[in-house]
Nanobody, 123 residues
Framework: QVQLVESGGGLVQTGGSLRLSCAASGRTFNSYTMAWFRQAPGKEREFVAA????????YYADSVQGRFIISRDNAKNTVYLQMNSLKPEDTAVYYC????????????????WGQGTQVTVSS
């Protein structure tokens, strides 16, 4: 069982930056692939980024490639999402997710989810 708690969301202007954190419980954090998803009002939840257990492989949605960076610190049981050059279309609730297996963008493949943190980008 893994419990995930996101933090770091907030209100930022276009072009600004935010760093989200996701703290995980459990002693097997370094066995899990971690990912970030987001859900804007009236839209389906979508994949943002994923990172494998070691941090050696990362994956991004085309919409955030080059602007967002996912990383993890296994000693702190924490995964991060550094978001730069933010746009109004990045406004959403951001969710952290975990799965025991290879990285994937498929929402249904993730077993554990956090409660989400709101990110609002003003124009």
């Amino acid at each position: 069982q893994v419990q995930l708690v996101e933090s770091g969301g907030g209100l930022v202007q276009t072009g600004g930056s935010l760093r989200l954190s996701c703290a995980a419980s459990g002693r097997t954090f370094n066995s899990y692939t971690m990912a970030w998803f987001r859900q804007a009002p009236g839209k389906e939840r979508e994949f943002v980024a994923a990172i494998n257990w070691s941090g050696g492989s990362t994956y991004y949605a085309d919409s955030v490639q080059g602007r967002f960076i996912i990383s993890r610190d296994n000693a702190k049981n924490t995964v991060y999402l550094q978001m730069n050059s933010l746009k109004p279309e990045d406004t959403a609730v951001y969710y952290c997710a975990a799965r025991y297996g290879r990285a994937t963008s498929r929402i249904g493949e993730y077993d554990y989810w956090g409660q989400g943190t709101q990110v609002t980008v003003s124009s």
